[in-house]
């Protein structure tokens, strides 16, 4: 059995989302100590993380309480990196793999970074007859929404690889339902796609979106 990946002194970037692997995520980075990291990560091609916050801001203020966040993540890699003007970059970056922090440091200039061990990818498993409808749903909200706003930060039209896989259609539900964030943390966080998906299809059930 191969030992799990560990990178040491992973910067980090706290924010109130959580990214799924897989997942495309747009950010508009202004604050120096993010400025600095995301043009190194893009300089090198090395990924950051990102991890949800507990409690604290995006954005740091003076005489704010320090940032509390989750010590469960996903790795995020620069897909695209634009400078509109000075101090200010966009960004939109996917999801790979998600990791576990095993110790973190607060840097004098404000970064967090982190020695972190990687999660192994979901295993793939179809999504079974009874959960169906919730691939077909995910893939007639996509179509409308990415007919809607053609220029947002959505995934491409799927392929049938994909719609037939748990992990995928369970992340992508996760992304676009209005659950609070902390049961987003424990969806993203479960080792079972499988148990993943029927979790999204009772909320579903619940809404009426794919009853």
């Known amino acids: 059995m191969a030992l799990p990946l560990t990178l040491t002194s992973l910067p980090l970037f706290p924010l109130e989302t959580v990214l799924f692997p897989g997942g495309l995520l747009p950010l508009r980075v202004f604050e120096v100590r993010y400025l600095d990291?995301?043009?190194?990560?893009?300089?090198?091609?090395a990924p950051f993380g990102v991890v949800a916050l507990m409690s604290g801001r995006e954005v740091r203020q003076a005489g704010a309480p320090q940032e509390q966040f989750h010590g469960t993540g996903t790795l995020a890699v620069i897909e695209r990196l634009e400078t509109p003007q000075p101090g200010l970059v966009t960004l939109l970056v996917r999801g790979t793999q998600r990791f576990r922090i095993h110790q973190r440091s607060h840097l004098p200039h404000g970064l967090w970074v982190a020695d972190v061990e990687q999660i192994a990818e979901d295993t793939p498993v179809p999504v079974p007859e009874d959960l169906r409808r919730v691939a077909q749903a995910l893939d007639q909200v996509l179509r409308t929404l990415r007919a809607r706003h053609p220029d947002s930060a959505l995934p491409a039209a799927p392929s049938p690889v994909q719609t037939n896989d748990c992990s995928w259609v369970a992340n992508r539900w996760c992304e676009l339902l209005p659950?609070?964030?902390?049961?987003?943390?424990?969806?993203?966080?479960?080792e079972n796609p499988l148990v993943r998906l029927e979790l999204v299809g009772d909320v579903l059930e619940r809404t009426g979106i794919a009853g």
Not at 179 to 188: E, I
């Open 37 to 45: 990291m995301v043009r190194k990560c893009q300089q090198a091609g």
């Open 179 to 190: 659950v609070p964030l902390a049961l987003k943390q424990q969806l993203m966080e479960l």
